[in-house]
C-alpha cells in the first residue's frame, strides 16, 4: 500500500474522512500536525505523496530528502510555502486547489467591508465599551456606498468572486492585475488601471486579492497607503506578506485610514509581543476600534473545507496511479 502524509492543519486526531476516501485501495493516509519542515524529517521520506496546508514549510532541504514522492498537494489556494523550483528539478508536480473557498473568501472581503464602510464594527466596539454616545453620530461621517470605488488587487478567481458582489452593492469596481488578459473588464462590467498608484488614489475600499511572490511581497506599504484618500478603508483575505501591517497600523493611528478588516497574518498563530495583536487588543489604541482581525478563517466553511480536502487528496491518488493532473503550478 502507498502512504501520503499530511504535513500540517490536520489535528492527529482527525478521523480524515475525506482524505481517506478518496484514497480507499489506494494508499495510507498519517497525520503529522507539525509546524516547521523541522518536525517533518525522518517522517516524510517514505511519502508516495504530500498534503501540505500553510503551517508547514516544504523546503528545498525536505524536498531533497523524498525518496518516493510523486506529488505535493497544496491544500489551498496560495502555494508561497513550497519551495516549487526544487520539486520542480526532483521531479515532483505540486498542485494546489484553487477553488474551494473561492465564495468563502469572496463573501469575508465583503462582509469586512460592509462591517467598516457601514460602521456596524465601529459602532459595536464603542458602545461594548461603555465609549460616547447611544447615538448614530458616534460614527460619522458615513458614506453612501454607490459609486464609490472598490478597488481589486488581483482579478483571480476571488477577486473577480469579490469584484461581482461589490458590483451587486452599489460600488463603482475597479481593478489592477497586470497579469489579467485584456476582456475581463467588459465581461465583468468593472473597470480597469494599468498602474497600482491609478487603483490606489481611487479606492474607497482597496481589496486585496493577488498571490504572495516576489513581485507581490511587500506591495501595499507606506508609500502606498499613503496614496490612497484619506478616510479609506484596506481588506485583506489573500496573503500576509502582500499587505505591511505596520504601515496599516500606522495610518489608522494617524487617522489617514478609516479601517482595515485583515484576516492574514505574518505568524500565524501571532507572536505574544505582535504589535498589530497588541494594538487590536488594546482598548486606548487609536486603532482599535477600527481594526477587523480574522483569525485565516475566511477561506472556512463546512462545505469548503470538506471540498479542499477532497480534492486535496484526489490529486493524490491521480499521482499515485499515474493519471492526468490538473492545477499544477510548477
Sequence with gaps: MHKVVITDFIDVQDPLEPERAALDGVADVVALEARDDAELFGRVEDADALITFHYAVITRRLIERLDRCRLIA????????????????????????????????????????????????????????????????ESTPLRRLRGRVFGVVGLGRIGMAAALRARALGFDVVFYDPYRQDGFDKTLGVRRVDTLEALLARSFVLSIHCDLNDSSRGLIGRDALARMPRDSFVVNTARAGVLDMDAVIEALASGHLAGAGIDVLETEPPVPDDLVVAAWRDPDHPAHHRLILNPH??????????????????ACRAAILGEPLRNVVN
Excluded at 110 to 127: F, K, N, P, W
Excluded at 297 to 309: K, N
Design 74 to 137: 497544496r491544500a489551498g489556494v496560495g502555494y508561497d510555502n513550497v519551495d516549487l523550483v526544487a520539486a520542480r528539478e526532483r521531479g515532483i508536480p505540486v498542485v494546489n486547489v484553487p477553488d474551494y473557498g473561492t465564495e468563502e473568501v469572496a463573501n469575508s472581503a465583503i462582509a469586512m467591508t460592509l462591517s467598516l464602510v457601514r460602521g456596524t464594527h465601529y459602532y459595536c466596539s464603542r458602545m461594548r465599551a461603555g465609549l460616547g454616545d447611544w447615538s448614530y453620530t
Design 297 to 314: 478563517a475566511a477561506f472556512y466553511s463546512v462545505e469548503g473545507l470538506e471540498e479542499m480536502r477532497t480534492k486535496a487528496a484526489a
